[in-house]
C-alpha cells in the first residue's frame, strides 16, 4: 500500500532556530501534500496544500513566511519553521494524495518541542 | 474555524455499552472518511463513505453518510477498551479538513 514517511519523529529546538521536516511517498507519487498541525487533545488543523512544482496554499491564519513549505519533486515535501518559537511547539502531520479520489495516506507525525 | 462540528468531544462509557458520534456539516463533500489515531502517531484510516446514504459495517463498528453527503455517524455496539482513542471525521473535497474529534474512553 501507499506508505509515507516523515521524519523527524521528533525534534527539540531552541528559541530562533529553523527546523525542517520532511515527508516523502515512497512507493506513489504524491501530487498533492497536505500539512497539518496538532495540539494536545485537539483535532489535526489544516495549514497549508502544497502541490508539486507550484506554490503551497496555505490557510487563513497560517504565516507563509514562517512556515515554509516546499514540493519540489513527486515524492517530497518540506515544512521548514522559520524562526522557532515556543508557541510553535506542536505535532506536525503530512499526508500525501497518491492521485486517486480517496488515495489520503499519512505520516507518523513529528513532535516539535522549541525551547 | 472547521467545517466539520463533530460530537460528543468527549464521551466515557463502560464496557459493553453502545455509543454513537456525529459529524456534521453544512458543506457538501465528495467523500468523508472516519480515522482513529493513537497518542503520537498519525490517523489510521477506519472508512471511506462516497454515496449519500451509504452504510458500511467494520465488525462493531457501523458508519452512515448522509443522504445529502453532509453528515456522518459512527456508531460501535458492545464497546470494549480497546476501542479507546481518538475518533476524527474527515470530509473530502479538494483538500481534507478533520472534525474536533471525539476522544473515547470505555472502561473495563
Known amino acids: 500500500g501507499a506508505v509515507v514517511s516523515q521524519h523527524p519523529s521528533r525534534v527539540i529546538c531552541k528559541s530562533g532556530t529553523s527546523v525542517k521536516i520532511e515527508c516523502r511517498s515512497l512507493?506513489?507519487?504524491?501530487?498533492?501534500m497536505f500539512w497539518y498541525r496538532q495540539f494536545p487533545k485537539k483535532s489535526l488543523m489544516l495549514m497549508a496544500t502544497?502541490?508539486?512544482?507550484?506554490?503551497?496554499?496555505?490557510e487563513q491564519g497560517v504565516e507563509k513566511d514562517k512556515f515554509l513549505i516546499n514540493h519540489a519533486s513527486l515524492t517530497l515535501s518540506t515544512l521548514t519553521v522559520t524562526s522557532a518559537h515556543p508557541e510553535d511547539s506542536s505535532f506536525y502531520i503530512c499526508?500525501?494524495?497518491?492521485?486517486?479520489?480517496?488515495?489520503?495516506?499519512f505520516g507518523s507525525g513529528t513532535r516539535l518541542t522549541v525551547v | 474555524t472547521q467545517l466539520l462540528e463533530q460530537s460528543p468531544q468527549f464521551l466515557s462509557i463502560q464496557e459493553g455499552e453502545n455509543l454513537t458520534v456525529y459529524c456534521n456539516s453544512s458543506?457538501?463533500?465528495?467523500?468523508l472518511q472516519w480515522y482513529r489515531q493513537e497518542p503520537g502517531e498519525g490517523p489510521v484510516l477506519l472508512v471511506t463513505v462516497v454515496t449519500g446514504g451509504e452504510v458500511k459495517k467494520l465488525k462493531r463498528l457501523t458508519f452512515q453518510f448522509g443522504d445529502a453527503r453532509k453528515d456522518s455517524s459512527l456508531h460501535i455496539t458492545a464497546a470494549q477498551p480497546g476501542d479507546t482513542g481518538l475518533y476524527l471525521c474527515?470530509?473530502?473535497?479538494?483538500?481534507?479538513?478533520f472534525g474536533a474529534g471525539t476522544r473515547l474512553t470505555v472502561k473495563p
Open positions: 474527515a470530509g473530502v473535497n479538494n483538500d481534507m479538513r
Open positions: 499526508s500525501a494524495k497518491a492521485g486517486t479520489a480517496y488515495g489520503y495516506t
Open positions: 512507493d506513489f507519487q504524491a501530487t498533492t
Open positions: 458543506s457538501v463533500f465528495s467523500s
Open positions: 502544497s502541490n508539486e512544482g507550484s506554490k503551497a496554499t496555505y
